[in-house]
Structures are given as structure tokens and as C-alpha cells.
């Protein structure tokens, strides 16, 4: 027969066996139904004679999926015995299947102190920790389940979440955003942030309803060249001044290579079509190429060359449009530079031709920018920066008896929030004036916009 002692430890390995069998059924149930499994504390494969009846009431709504009301219950248990680490630990697997906050992370983090070599107890906090996209941490968690049981039933799980945090890490070929919000312009005198329409309709201010969308996808991606296509649509309507309403549309196709890891090649080609009150209004070709060089001392320094084909259409307000066509052409240095983990400068030099059919209407561009990017409080970012943009004229204005000269001086100020990758509200300011020593081609100008985006 046999003794007291032999007869508890048989008993109590029976029972080890049950309950791992048990958990391992239940983690291959999961698995098959792409839930994930339900982690165990290291003392969870001890019988539960002196487990509360809350607490022994909460893991077994637990295993029902009953998260929220086994959260209820165990955080009595919690209550009722504070020390106990299994009450804890539970109610962070509870809390972690629900709300996931800052109070889930802590009982788990006592639970993993507890029981660090459990694979239970990491893979809950693995899990965490990819709910809240924080893949670096999950990666860790779940690479140590599958060191502490390679063959346990967890490990399964834990490799599914390490595969999917891995194809989450490469670059997507397609990308999808959303930009849309609302812009009041003092002085509606441009058709978008780059067009600009013809002088006479100064000194009208007016609020309007934005939209941006654009899709892209890349057909070839690999370490040295990228492959990109894309479309554009961007519609604004106003209040009042609906004449100007502008419905833009930009295919765009571009690519990239990098000679070396710190020198990379640009071009990229560009058809804009653009309509003012659903009419066309005119129509460019773009060409543009860069040259980008990356220095650990100077930051980002990069050459750039634009062409730019246009073509107007009259209409009953623009009687004269086609006198802008023609072309331009620009070249650009810029460089930019991080000079902490809070603060990037960049500076901007361009010179540009506009040659149009009107020679009056042609000009020579020369423009400064200066701008920095500050990560301020509260996950905010902020842009600043002013330039300053003298174009001299390429004839003498029959109206007026003088040639044209205009500078015109801008300064940008933009708050940015980042609710996630994805998520992000952004408020803007950019006040700009035109000199001109024409008295009637001199403004100013204030644009104040809040706009949402969402990228996908």
C-alpha cells in the first residue's frame, strides 16, 4: 500500500498533467480560431485548494473568454488578498484583453518579477506590448517564450506574432492617404498652395472646405531602387467665392537609386491638370532630378533641377490666360541638418526662369528659405520657417511704363500632433506680403488651416 507522502505526490502530478494537457488544448483551440492563447502563471499547474473563490471564479472566466467580467472579479480577489502575486497576475491577463493600459502593464511587469523564466507571463506581456504597436518590446517577449519552452504550447503563438510583426516591418508597395480639413485665406488670389492666378482679384478673404487624396504603389522596391507611381486629388470649395474652386488631379510617376549608401539619385515626371469652377484652367508637365548626399558632419545636402511645360485656357474672367504659357526652369540646393534628437535646420537657395508667351509676364526668381523642425511637449512637433522670393520681371508693362519687381516674404508656422503612424491633426499659419514697385500688384496674405489626415 502505499504511504501518505507517495499517494499526495502521485496525486499532485496527476493533477500537473491534467492541467497541461488542458492548457495546451486550449492553446491549440485558440490558435485554430486566430485568438491568442491564455497565458498561466508559473503556479497556475499547482492544485488551487487555497485560491479564493474570486480568484478560482476569475481564471475560469478567463478560459471562457469572459474578460471584462473576470476583470470585475479578480480585482475583488485583488482587493481581498493585495499580496497574492496569482490574483495580480490575473487580473493583468484580464485588464491586458481589455482596456490594456498602464495599470495591465504593471501586473504583468509583477508577475513577470514572480515568475521570469514562465513562458506564460511573457508572452501576456508580449502580447501588450503588440496591441500598443510597440513591436520592439514584443519582439523581445516572444523571442524569450520561445528560449524558455521552444516546444511549449505558447511557442506556436509567439512565433505567429514574431512572423507578423516581421512582414509589418517591410516596406509596404502601396500607400493610401487622407488629408482634409478647413483653410481660411484672406485674399483668395491663388488656386492651391503652387498655381498662381492672374492678378485683379486681391483684398477677398474667404473660408473653405479642404480635401487631398493620394494613392501610390511601388512596382519595384528593392535595397537600391524604388519605383513609384502615384495619383493625386485635391478639390477646395468656398463659402462664397465659389469662382475659385479648384479641382486638381497629378499623376506622377518617379524613381530612385542609391549609388551608395550615402549618395542617392532622383527623377521623377509629373502630369498636373488643373480646373478653376469645373472648367480647365491649364495643365503642366513636370520634370524634376536630385542628387542627395548624406554626411554624418553636414546632415543632407542635395542639388535639384526642375522643368516645367504649362499651358492656360482662356476663359470669360481670364480672357488673356494663354498669355502664361510657356515654361520654367529652376535649380536648387538645399541642405539639411539634425542637430539633436529635438532640433533639424534646413536651408534653401533656388534660382528659376519663367519664359512665358507675354515676355511682360516672364521672370527671373531668386529665393531664400530658412526653417527648422522642433519636438516640443506632449508628442507635438513644430515647423518654422521664413523666405524670401525676388522675381524681376522680363519686360517693361505697356499699362504701367516700368518693368515689374516684386519680392515677396513669407513666414510658415505649422503645430503638429501625432496621435499614432497612422493619425495625425495639424494647425497651420502662413502670413506672406508682396512688394512690388507696381502699386497694384503688392498684397499681403494670411492662410490659418486645421487640418486631419490618415494614412493607410
Known amino acids: 500500500m502505499q504511504t501518505d507522502p507517495t499517494r499526495r505526490a502521485t496525486r499532485i502530478t496527476l493533477i500537473t498533467l491534467a492541467l497541461t494537457l488542458s492548457l495546451c488544448w486550449r492553446a491549440q483551440g485558440a490558435s485554430a480560431q486566430g485568438e491568442p492563447a491564455l497565458g498561466t502563471s508559473a503556479q497556475d499547474a499547482q492544485p488551487h485548494q487555497e485560491a479564493s473563490a474570486e480568484l478560482q471564479t476569475g481564471i475560469s472566466l478567463l478560459h471562457r473568454k469572459s474578460y471584462a467580467l473576470a476583470a470585475a472579479v479578480l480585482r475583488k480577489a485583488v482587493e481581498n488578498s493585495p499580496d497574492d502575486p496569482n490574483a495580480a497576475y490575473y487580473l493583468g491577463v484580464a485588464l491586458n484583453r481589455t482596456t490594456a493600459g498602464k495599470e495591465a502593464e504593471s501586473l504583468l511587469k509583477r508577475g513577470l518579477g514572480e515568475h521570469p523564466e514562465s513562458p506564460e507571463v511573457n508572452f501576456e506581456l508580449g502580447l501588450h506590448y503588440f496591441d500598443k504597436e510597440v513591436t520592439a518590446e514584443a519582439s523581445d517577449y516572444f523571442e524569450q517564450v520561445i528560449y524558455l519552452a521552444p516546444a511549449g504550447p505558447c511557442a506556436d503563438q509567439a512565433r505567429a506574432y514574431l512572423k507578423k510583426i516581421e512582414e509589418a516591418g517591410k516596406p509596404r508597395r502601396w500607400e493610401l492617404s487622407v488629408l482634409g480639413g478647413l483653410q481660411y485665406d484672406s ?57 475659385f474652386d479648384t479641382t486638381q488631379n497629378l499623376l506622377d510617376l518617379s524613381a530612385s537609386y542609391a549609388v551608395t549608401p550615402n549618395l542617392r539619385l532622383k527623377g521623377s515626371y509629373s502630369l498636373e491638370y488643373l480646373l478653376l469652377a469645373g472648367k480647365p484652367y491649364n495643365y503642366s508637365h513636370n520634370l524634376s532630378s536630385s542628387i542627395s548626399r548624406v554626411s554624418e558632419r553636414w546632415g543632407i545636402s542635395t542639388l535639384d533641377y526642375h522643368y516645367s511645360a504649362k499651358q492656360y485656357w482662356n476663359s470669360e474672367k481670364f480672357s488673356t490666360n494663354t498669355d502664361q504659357n510657356g515654361d520654367n526652369n529652376l535649380i536648387g540646393l538645399s541642405q539639411l541638418r539634425q542637430f539633436s534628437k529635438y532640433v533639424t535646420l534646413w536651408v534653401l537657395y533656388s534660382h528659376d ?20 523642425r522642433l519636438l516640443l511637449p506632449f508628442a507635438l512637433v513644430g515647423d518654422l520657417s521664413g523666405d524670401v522670393y525676388h522675381r524681376q520681371y522680363g519686360g517693361t508693362d505697356p499699362a504701367f511704363g516700368v518693368r515689374r519687381q516684386d519680392t515677396q516674404n513669407s513666414v510658415s508656422l505649422t503645430l503638429l500632433k501625432n496621435f499614432s503612424d497612422r493619425y495625425s491633426l495639424s494647425l497651420g499659419e502662413v502670413f506672406s506680403r508682396n512688394l512690388s514697385n507696381i502699386a497694384d500688384f503688392a498684397y499681403s496674405r494670411a492662410i490659418t488651416s486645421a487640418l486631419f489626415s490618415a494614412r493607410f
Request: hydrophobic share 35%.
Open 187 to 243: 485674399n483668395v488670389i491663388l488656386s492651391n498652395d503652387s498655381t498662381p492666378l492672374p492678378a485683379g482679384y486681391a483684398h477677398r478673404g474667404d473660408l473653405s472646405a479642404v480635401v487631398n487624396l493620394r494613392g501610390s504603389y511601388a512596382p519595384i522596391r528593392s535595397g537600391a531602387l524604388e519605383v513609384t507611381a502615384g495619383y493625386s486629388f485635391y478639390q477646395n470649395l468656398h463659402t462664397s467665392l465659389t469662382a
Open 353 to 372: 526662369v519663367d519664359a512665358t508667351r507675354n515676355q511682360v509676364l516672364g521672370y527671373h526668381g531668386n529665393r531664400a528659405l530658412l526653417g527648422c
